[in-house]
């Protein structure tokens, strides 16, 4: 590939940098001000090599626990989720961005943010999710944090959703299973969008929607078509959720930017065995395009004919969903970016997961510490393959490298690995923008160490900001700029040209 020359080396004049976090890994105070649960809140911590489980007492009494993923905390018949005294439940705590949000928001400034990507936790708006009227301290919350954010010139991108729908619609609706759930979902964006009408423009419906079939693929069990059914019907309500949000939202205020929002993985054929090459188109169309189609241009594509027939899936679609899907387009194409992976029908390859997905080793790739395969080149490449295929703005909502930080005896944290991390992924944006696309802004994972949604750790840090807490809840909460932070501050300086 021709490196991008750094005298060439181009971003545009208003582009949105910045970095990303999510209530419910960040915020804490998950019982304060009328707050109502996640299922976040009943996930305990795991590792890179023990999974989170969600808590239950049972129907008789008994505590109990089911795997958090996979399962997707799915708990016994006649149990119901309860928050259990000797576990430890490390999004309670978050790193307190709730009573510390004033001063994250100066140190952001401070490395010259142009937009901070956060999400509003619904419970909060609406604490068991299905009420007539929202929770008015949660909405003053986010108010403050907001104006916040516009003092120091900073814009704020907004997901609706990111992993967190209120327990109680879990429990008494079957959350997502339930058609009903899109009535609560649009009456809780229209709420906020009228409410910030003036504070935010830039908006996200679903965070990673495409990570149901993601799921699907790693944890669903080959021939469990009850997943499957379940797993695609909940993604059509969700859908239809976001677009009706969409369309509601440009009626509250036309200027509103609204994207939807894709775990973005570049996918290789692992060999060029036709069956491997074929295997990968058939895993981007499964894993990327279903959700991306649907949402850019407002209807299945023809290939969800195939997936619904391999796992004997039927859909409850009405005329009314069509026609919603099609009035609630996007205006704007996001996604994460971590990783690559690579697609085989071969056995015996050793294999390799991470972000909801599982692949084969690439051997021209290092791995982080949690597994997962480095490519800024696939950053690229996915971002022009996208471009190719919606014509949309873009922008990259999550990128960034969980690692081990030390902090030195003199408080300092030399995190140089995750600017040599950034770096090149920086240079593969300016690359894919040389060759047109058109890319709006990019916020990094974890600006602010957070807790780890995939194993619920802390010490899998993310952030230019080292915030005091370990995988117990132990420390001072104090807040340390890293080495990565200066650097990223001359990042945003240099609008991307000084990236030494
Ligand atoms: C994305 C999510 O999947 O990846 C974030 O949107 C998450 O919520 C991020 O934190 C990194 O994953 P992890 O498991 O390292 O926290």
Redesign the pocket.
């Known amino acids: 590939m021709k490196a991008v020359n750094t005298m060439t080396r181009q971003f545009p004049k208003n582009f949105l940098w910045g970095g990303a976090i ?1 209530a419910n ?1 960040a915020e804490g105070a998950w019982n304060e001000d009328g707050r109502g649960m996640a299922k976040t809140d009943v996930t305990t911590g795991g590792s890179v090599d023990s999974p989170r489980y969600v808590t239950y007492i049972d129907k008789d009494g008994n505590p109990g626990k089911a795997p958090a993923m996979g399962h997707n905390g799915v708990i016994p018949e006649g149990a119901h989720y309860a928050v259990l005294e000797d576990e430890y439940y490390p999004n309670h705590l978050g790193v307190d961005f709730y009573h510390h949000y004033k001063e994250d928001i100066a140190l952001l400034a401070e490395m010259g943010f142009k937009v901070f990507r956060l999400s509003i936790s619904w419970s909060r708006i609406f604490p068991n999710g299905d009420e007539k009227e929202p929770n008015q301290k949660g909405l003053d919350f986010y108010r403050r944090v907001f104006e916040e954010c516009h003092k120091h010139g900073i814009e704020s991108l907004v997901s609706i959703w ?2 967190d729908t209120p327990l109680y619609l879990e429990e008494h609706y079957g959350g997502w299973n339930n058609r009903k759930l899109i009535d609560f979902y649009v009456h809780y964006a229209e709420t906020i969008f009228k409410e910030y009408r003036d504070l935010v423009t830039y908006w996200l419906t679903f ?2 929607i495409n990570n149901t079939v993601m799921f699907l693929d790693m944890f669903g069990g080959q021939g469990d078509d009850k997943a499957f059914q379940e797993g695609y019907q909940q993604l059509h309500y969700q859908f239809v959720a976001s677009a009706r949000a969409v369309k509601l939202g440009h009626e509250i205020n036309p200027n509103f930017q609204i994207g939807n929002m894709i ?1 973005g993985i570049t996918f290789y054929p692992a060999t060029c065995d036709p069956h491997d090459v074929l295997a990968n188109r058939h895993k981007w169309e499964q894993g990327i395009y279903y959700c991306g189609d649907v949402q850019v241009k407002g209807k299945y594509p023809t290939f969800s004919k195939r997936l619904w027939k391999e796992h004997d899936v039927h859909l409850d679609i009405t005329e009314q969903d069509e026609k919603d899907l099609a009035e609630g387009t996007v205006d704007m194409y996001t996604f ?1 970016y ?1 990783m690559s992976n690579n697609v085989t029908t071969h056995t015996g390859v050793e294999q390799v997961s991470g ?1 909801f997905s599982t692949g084969a080793k690439n051997p021209y790739l290092t791995y982080s510490d949690w597994g997962w395969g480095l490519d800024p080149i696939g950053l690229q490449y996915y971002l022009e393959k996208m471009y190719d295929r919606y014509e949309l703005p873009m922008m990259v909502v ?1 990128n960034g490298l ?1 690692a081990f930080d030390t902090v030195e005896e003199d408080g300092s944290i030399h995190d140089q690995y995750r600017i040599d991390y950034y770096r090149p992924h920086i240079e593969a944006m300016a690359a894919a923008i040389e060759n047109g696309v058109d890319l709006r802004g990019y916020t990094t ?1 974890g600006c602010i160490d957070l807790v ?4 619920g750790e802390i010490r ?1 840090r993310y952030g230019f900001i080292y915030v005091d807490v370990d995988d117990k809840g132990q420390g001072s909460l104090e807040r340390t700029p890293k080495d990565s932070f200066y650097w990223y501050k001359k990042v945003i300086a240099s609008n991307g040209r000084d990236l030494d």
């Not at 780890?452 to 194993?455: I, K, L, N, Q, V």
């Open positions: 999510a890994q990111h992993f965070n990673e775990c994460s971590y972000n999550e969980g994972w780890s949604a995939g194993t899998k």
